[in-house]
């Protein structure tokens, strides 16, 4: 990628965080803020928009809509580096020759990768990606849910899966989120992958949630559960104080990785 390329990415990720930290940012604060004029910023609007990280406003850019997630492949880029060292720091807690769920999402996959360098695991999830990844593994055990494939990011769903789901009680449930309110209410947007998670925090041993900072604060419309229902939280960042304080209350740990 040439130096303006780079620029160009590192800007588009800035505006990404911005809009994510308060929700709207304006055209003109961006251009004085990044020094480039407002049409530069209008285009990145624009590409950030075509990958379905933003929604474009009059006279700027907000987040995308609480009742549609953004698309797969922009997620699986997005925060990767971050993504990643929250899943290594994930993995060191999961012991060889343990049982556990992992569901669906962009950072359980870095864990599931984070994962190969175990033995002896045995894995049930709903996540194709994920039993593909782990499937490399001779030692590994891999149950894949039955159940309603999305063709958007080859998640498992549907009363099938949580048939299989409710047949085990395992040592580790490892999910992600697509939000965690400032209430510690944990959010995302479809109930059908909802329930799916819901059964996976009741038939786990301890509940380890991968999320990175940008889901602090985040809107979705479905109701998953409570922050205080997760033992260990992994992120990257510090969370805002009143989540970090419900967690602890409940028993909770937290770990933030250094990315």
């Keep these: 990628m040439t130096r303006a390329g780079n620029r160009e990415a590192e800007r588009h990720r800035a505006i990404v965080d911005l809009v994510q930290r308060d929700g709207f940012a304006a055209i003109e604060n961006l251009s004085q803020q990044f020094a480039v004029t407002p049409q530069t910023i209008r285009r990145d609007i624009n590409a950030l928009v075509g990958q379905g990280l933003l929604r474009r406003y009059h006279g700027g850019a907000g987040l ?32 060889d020759a343990a049982s556990l769920f992992i569901n669906i999402g962009t950072t359980t996959e870095e864990v599931a990768k984070a994962l190969l360098g175990h033995r002896q695991l045995r894995v049930i999830t709903n996540n194709l990606n994920v039993a593909a990844l782990l499937a490399q593994k001779e030692d590994f055990e891999v149950i894949v849910a039955g159940g309603v494939v999305r063709t958007r990011d080859r998640g498992i769903v549907g009363e099938a899966t949580l048939d299989l789901i409710r047949q085990f009680k395992v040592d580790f449930g490892i999910i992600g989120i697509s939000g965690i309110d400032f209430d510690g209410t944990l959010l995302d947007y479809d109930y059908r992958e909802v329930r799916v998670t819901q059964a996976i925090i009741v038939n786990s041993r301890r509940v380890l949630m991968v999320s990175d900072h940008t889901k602090f604060g985040r809107a979705a419309m479905v ?3 409570s922050i205080a229902e997760i033992d260990l939280l992994f992120t990257d960042r510090e969370p805002p104080a009143a989540m970090t304080t419900l967690l602890r209350e409940a028993g909770g740990q937290l770990f933030v990785a250094d990315s």
């Design 64 to 95: 995308p809509s609480s009742i549609e997630n953004i698309a797969y492949p922009a997620r699986q880029i997005l925060h990767l580096k971050e993504k990643q060292a929250i899943a290594r720091l994930a993995a060191t807690q999961i012991p």
């Design 223 to 225: 109701r998953v559960g």
